[in-house]
């Protein structure tokens, strides 16, 4: 157990001291996910491993959040581990199977027993390969236990693993354990490799997709919340914000929490006037040089997705031409179109494509309808054509000009 301990990540489980700042679903929201998730636990046959996708924003790690919340208070949580892109330990692959191992030797003895004389004959276990690891760590000493607990090990945020390649392997290994009684929930965004990692009939898949009402119900309490608790709002004793402002909110953030979430973090800060950040963010008034801008979080993940695509000259003259399908509504560009503008063939603009399912959907042409792709976020188009918040991707009107000339020569 000490050399597990010391080989494993603590801070990536869901009750370390950093889970502090990764809350679980909001109350009374994302039931019929957690519904599933509990369903496919409960299961009495054999379950393949689960993965669990969806846009980026869309909640997915406060699901895992909370179904391991639930899994821990029923006994069920065998470990869980938690990636955070660039953590010194939650980043890293090799840390995971022996957290995960560490953790479920405390929850299951006869586990434990079955590891502990391998860990104590091999230390260097636990800086094998990721394959070796889950055999010896997890698999051998699990099936030697002989244990019946319908024991989930859940891998969430797997896309910001430090290695794309080790992404595929984690994928793979994840794929081995149905056969002896361990379930694996791995959590990730829809990246294109990730899903080409194992054949599409070796794991089951939930899509975790954006909720108005959820959004809604979230916005509401919060905004209460903070009507009751902030200074400033003390003597407000009608509901505020009105309605109406409240689903304007929720229609620009289609659904994801990501939106609503950072709304009200900014909005809800004691360090300001909540009416006049509230004015903010409904573009009503400028913010103040000293204070922070309020998408500051919103802004980093859409530029964290962006960065990630190789052929940034190519994306930019992609991501130039599809905000302009937002000001001309009759127009719906579709793939063959834009490669036709850039001169290029539609294979390279599906390739450049690849690494945005995270914000974009790309859709089929039909006979009564060519599109290129619909936004997972309305604020995503708001972001690029914003200097202030998009930096190197803000969408000028010297690339759209390249662009035009490029239609008419």
């Not at 000490?2 to 994302?30: V, W």
């Not at 990692?197 to 209460?224: H, T």
Request: charged share 20%.
């Amino acid at each position: 157990m000490r050399i597990l301990h010391e080989a494993a990540a603590n801070e990536a489980c869901h009750d370390s001291g950093e889970s502090y700042g990764r809350p679980p679903c909001h109350r009374d929201t994302r039931k019929e996910y957690l519904d599933r998730l509990d369903a496919w636990s409960c299961a009495t046959e054999d379950s393949k491993p689960l993965w669990m996708t969806g846009p980026a924003g869309t909640g997915k790690s406060a699901i895992a959040q909370s179904f391991c919340e639930q899994l821990h208070a029923r006994g069920w949580l065998g470990g869980g581990f938690f990636f955070k892109r660039g953590h010194p330990s939650r980043s890293n692959a090799q840390k995971l199977f022996p957290t995960l191992a560490y953790q479920l030797a405390t929850v299951c003895p006869p586990f434990k027993a079955a590891l502990a004389p391998r860990v104590a004959n091999d230390p260097a276990l636990v800086g094998k390969s990721l394959s070796i690891q889950l055999d010896t760590l997890i698999l051998e000493p699990y099936h030697d236990a002989v244990s019946n607990d319908p024991f989930v090990l859940v891998i969430d945020g797997l896309d910001e693993c430090d290695d794309e390649h080790l992404q595929q392997e984690i994928m793979c290994c994840a794929t081995k354990a149905h056969s002896f009684n361990l379930r694996f929930l791995v959590v990730s965004r829809p990246e294109s490799h990730i899903h080409a990692a194992v054949p599409p009939a070796s794991f089951d898949q939930l899509v975790i997709e954006g909720s108005f009402s959820d959004v809604q119900r979230y916005l509401v309490n919060e905004f209460e919340r903070i009507r009751t608790t902030h200074e400033v709002l003390l003597k407000i004793n009608d509901p505020w914000p009105e309605y109406d402002l409240i689903n304007t909110l929720v229609e620009k953030s289609s659904g994801h929490f990501i939106y609503a979430a950072t709304v009200i973090r900014f909005i809800g800060d004691r360090d300001w006037n909540p009416l006049e950040r509230l004015d903010i963010i409904m573009g009503g008034e400028e913010p103040d040089a000293d204070s922070n801008s309020p998408f500051a979080a919103l802004d980093q993940l859409y530029v964290q997705i962006l960065k990630a695509v190789p052929n940034q000259y190519l994306l930019r003259r992609i991501l130039a031409i599809a905000s302009a399908k937002d000001e001309l509504s009759t127009w719906n560009f579709s793939v063959d179109d834009i490669a036709q503008i850039l001169r290029m063939k539609p294979t390279n603009i599906h390739l450049t494509l690849r690494k945005l399912r995270s914000v974009i959907s790309v859709l089929p042409e039909t006979d009564s309808k060519r599109a290129l792709f619909t936004w997972h976020h309305a604020s995503f188009p708001d972001f690029l054509n914003t200097a202030g918040r998009a930096a190197e991707f803000y969408l000028n009107d010297i690339a759209r000009s390249s662009l035009a000339l490029s239609v008419i020569i």
